[in-house]
T-cell receptor, first 111, second 115 residues
């Protein structure tokens, strides 16, 4: 199917710790995997993306890994800060340009 | 530069009324998408335009929903005879190219409340 499963639904970490969010999909045609951060009442904003010909991508404290064989991809945030608190959505494109989103992870970074 | 803009930001409609939601994509962006985001959920695809052509409307939930992009820039999403289940945030996104590998930039959304 087209669904993307995302876990966990909520994640609470201490400031400075790492956070990991995982997503799985079933459509083998998926070739683009973005991650969006959405603060309350705001628009989704792209924080990192990965394409199917790459296994890992890193941008400062944020990294994404992709395992196409197992059909899962993960977001890793290191040295978390209070401003990282938000809802994070994974997504994928498959046959066509539309994005199919995961169900979201509420990340809370506690002082 | 200017991002994707949407208007109105908030809309309250009585059940049965028609509404029109506007999206101004980033200038020069070929692709335009509409998504519906219910409270506490991820955005769900409604429809896709490549320039003025509506290439995918598989996500429109009923024939009460209609979208257009007549000149390949501004788009309007119209909902006729609104129902309470239409209450949601309607997000517009645009992308530079027609390929699936390009970033989609989102607008701030229109929060529709049907009473």
């Amino acid at each position: 199917g087209e669904n993307v499963e995302q876990h966990p639904s909520t994640l609470s970490v201490q400031e400075g710790d790492s956070a990991v969010i995982k997503c799985t999909y079933s459509d083998s045609a998926s070739n683009y995997f973005p991650w969006y951060k959405q603060e309350l009442g705001k628009r989704p904003q792209l924080i990192i993306d990965i394409r199917s010909n790459v296994g890992e991508k890193k941008d400062q404290r944020i990294a994404v890994t992709l395992n196409k064989t197992a059909k899962h991809f993960s977001l890793h945030i290191t040295e978390t800060q209070p401003e990282d608190s938000a809802v994070y959505f994974c997504a994928r494109t498959g046959g066509g340009n539309k994005l199919t989103f995961g169900t979201g992870t509420q990340l809370k970074v506690e002082l | 530069g200017a991002g994707v803009s949407q208007s109105p930001r908030y809309k309250v409609a009585k059940r049965g009324q028609d509404v029109a939601l506007r999206c101004d994509p980033i200038s020069g962006h070929v692709s335009l998408f509409w998504y519906q985001q219910a409270l506490g959920q991820g955005p769900e695809f409604l429809t896709y335009f490549q320039n003025e052509a509506q290439l995918d409307k598989s996500g429109l939930p009923s024939d009460r929903f209609f979208a257009e992009r007549p000149e390949g820039s501004v788009s309007t999403l119209k909902i006729q005879r609104t129902q309470q289940e239409d209450s949601a945030v309607y997000l517009c996104a645009s992308s530079l190219e027609a390929l699936a590998l390009y970033e989609q930039y989102f607008g701030p959304g229109t929060r529709l409340t049907v009473t």
